[in-house]
Structure formats: C-alpha cells, structure tokens
T-cell receptor, first 114, second 114 residues
C-alpha cells in the first residue's frame, strides 16, 4: 500500500491570500488526484495531476484558481489562490497504486478562510 | 455519465445488531464500485471494491457488499455492529478505464449506540 502525507494538515488563512498544499507519496504511483470536501459534503474531484505537464481539471475548476504541479512521480502540490471563505474545505490528495490500481488518500488538509 | 446515490444520510443501530447502508449507482459502462470509510479527523480508508469478479465482495472489519446489476445496487452490510464502526461511509463509482476518477455519493453517517 501507499502512504500519502499532506502538509499542512490544517491552516487558517486570510481572505485574498494563497496557500500551497504539498502531497508526498512513499512509493511509486501511477496517477495522482486532488479532491475537495466542503463542510458536511462529499468529495469532489478537482483535477488529475499529470507529471511534467498541465493538470486536467474537472468542470467548475480552473487552473488560475487551483494551480497544480507534479514535478515527479511521487510529489504534487495544489495551490488555492486568492482565497475566500467559500474555499474553506478539506483538500485531499490521492494516488493510484502502481500494481494494485487501488486509490489511496491522504488525511487531508483542512483549510479555513476568514 | 456515472452517478451514485446513497439512500440514507444517517443510519443508527445498536451495538451487536446488523448494519445496512444502501447505495444505488448509474453507469454507462461496467462500473468499478467501492465503499470507503472516513473516521472523524482521519483519512479515507478503502473497505472493499467490486471490479467484475465475484458479485459478493468481502472487505475489512467484517463488512461485505453485494453487486446486483438488475437492481443497480451495491449495499454495504455487516452482521454485527461495533462501536468502532461509527463513521462516515461513502459509496463510490468509477469507470473501469479510469480508476482514479471517482464519483462519490453524499455519504451515510453511521451511529452505533451502546
């Protein structure tokens, strides 16, 4: 199995600022993804993080708001830009195991925007 | 397009009694189906998955689910609830060709009473 570490685990931010969340996987994986879980809601896929190229965004999410990087196979970052209170959510990184195809999740980064 | 509906937002059972969490799905393709559990302030954990092998799938912690194509259902069951089962449960569907792009249900909160 893959262990996924996210930093920060939680943060409180001011409106208008940006925050970058880091995701590190302890083993080789194929695909990496970023999800958002708004308060009391289910998870929604933001984008697929592609190694060495631009991320693939889902409907309703754009690169200017959620820039994503994936410089290598086991590391990705998600930036939440120009934050507003509506961005207060848990952001989860996930990765697909190289041999199992199973999707593993980090514990999430809980973001509160004041 | 794929979708998943969890029929109960909240289920309450007594410790030692059976658990039933209901899930219906919609998919244009042969789906892969999953159940994930999320304990408070913890990451998501895979309970079990169906990928077109046996229709009765056994998972961790005594949980199992049965894939019923005629009913488009994938209900989660456990014969005897334990206090530690109290958590949020998500039914999830994905296209077989794109395992990482998961569609989450709205979640069912399982409460276990002593």
């Amino acid at each position: 199995s893959a262990v996924i570490s996210q930093k920060p685990s939680r943060d409180i931010c001011q409106r208008g600022t940006s925050l970058t969340i880091q995701c590190q996987v302890d083993s080789q994986v194929t695909m990496m993804f970023w999800y958002r879980q708004q308060p009391g809601q289910s998870l929604t896929l933001i984008a697929t993080a592609n190694q060495g190229s631009e991320a693939t965004y889902e409907s309703g999410f754009v690169i200017d708001k959620f820039p994503i990087s994936r410089p290598n196979l086991t590391f990705s970052t998600l930036t939440v830009s120009n934050m507003s209170p509506e961005d207060s959510s848990i952001y989860l990184c996930s990765a697909e195991g190289l041999n199992t195809g199973e999707l593993f999740f980090g514990e999430g980064s809980r973001l509160t925007v004041l | 397009a794929q979708s998943v509906t969890q029929l109960d937002s909240h289920v309450s059972v007594s410790e030692g009694t059976p658990v039933l969490l209901r899930c219906n799905y919609s998919s244009s393709y042969s789906p892969s189906l999953f159940w994930y559990v999320q304990h408070p302030n913890k990451g998501l954990q895979l309970l079990l998955k169906y990928t077109s092998a046996a229709t009765l799938v056994k998972g961790i912690n005594g949980f199992e689910a049965e894939f019923k194509k005629s009913e488009t259902s994938f209900h989660l069951t456990k014969p005897s609830a334990h206090m530690s089962d109290a958590a949020e449960y998500f039914c999830v569907v994905s296209e077989r060709s794109n395992t990482g792009k998961l569609i989450f249900g709205q979640g069912t909160t399982l409460q276990v009473k002593p």
